[in-house]
């Protein structure tokens, strides 16, 4: 079985520009989290995505948007890139909404953006 | 203050060596805990869960206390495979609330 899977595994963006991050989660899981991770510090929460609807949000500003589509996959979408943007962008899959159990989470292996 | 708060590291020790790593978290309500391992430029994973007894994985303890909202991590024996940043995690109504990590560099 495959985990969850995230594309691009890199991308380099220039400041202004749009960008669009995918994740398709574990077969049979229908909730989706991201998660950025900045260099140096621990992954944050930007959203969480439940059969197709918004469960939570982290503290992003509006320029970071997402969504689910039937088969579980998600796009997250970053507006007006910032050199602050620059991170590792980590998804994450469960069957529920939130991490479960003693197993929590399962991430993918991530998308690292940088904008210059 | 943070809500989850890790020793900030980097932590140095030579093969062999035992180390502690500590946390600590604001939120009483948090439900669940876990250490994660993160290798450079990787994705976080999980290490172990952390249970209010304490529970044992090998060279590895976790420890957990609810009434100082207190959580550690025992590596005995270090081995240069455990050279990582050691991320404690908290469950957070329904999301993983990350530490900022703590780094351990096993030496030769």
């Known amino acids: 079985d495959a985990g969850v899977t995230q594309s691009p595994t890199h991308l380099i963006k220039t400041r202004g520009q749009q960008v669009t991050l995918r994740c398709s989660p574990i077969s049979g899981h229908k909730s989706v989290s991201w998660y950025q991770q900045v260099l140096g510090q621990g992954p944050q929460f930007i959203f969480q995505y439940y059969e197709k609807e918004e469960r939570g949000r982290g503290n992003f500003p509006d320029r970071f948007s997402a969504r689910q589509f039937p088969n579980y996959s998600s796009e997250l979408n970053v507006n007006a890139l910032l050199l602050g943007d620059s991170a590792l962008y980590l998804c994450?899959?469960?069957?529920?909404?939130?991490?479960?159990?003693?197993?929590?989470?399962?991430f993918g292996s991530g998308t690292r953006l940088t904008v210059v | 203050r943070k809500e989850v708060e890790q020793d900030p590291g980097p932590f140095n020790v030579p093969e062999g060596a035992t180390v502690a790593f500590n946390c600590t978290y604001s939120?009483?309500?948090?439900?669940?805990f876990f250490w994660y391992r993160q290798d450079c430029r990787k994705e976080p994973k999980l290490l172990m869960s952390?249970?209010?007894s304490g529970n044992e994985d090998g060279r590895f303890t976790a420890q957990l206390n609810r009434a100082s909202q207190y959580i550690s991590l025992l590596i005995r024996d270090s081995k240069l495979s455990d050279s990582a940043t050691y991320l404690c995690?908290?469950?957070?109504?329904?999301?993983?609330?990350f530490g900022p990590g703590t780094r351990l560099s096993v030496l030769p």
């Open positions: 994450a899959s469960s069957l529920v909404p939130g991490p479960q159990g003693d197993v929590g989470y399962t």
């Open positions: 939120n009483s309500a948090s439900q669940s």
């Open positions: 995690v908290v469950k957070s109504g329904q999301n993983f609330v």
């Open positions: 952390v249970y209010s």
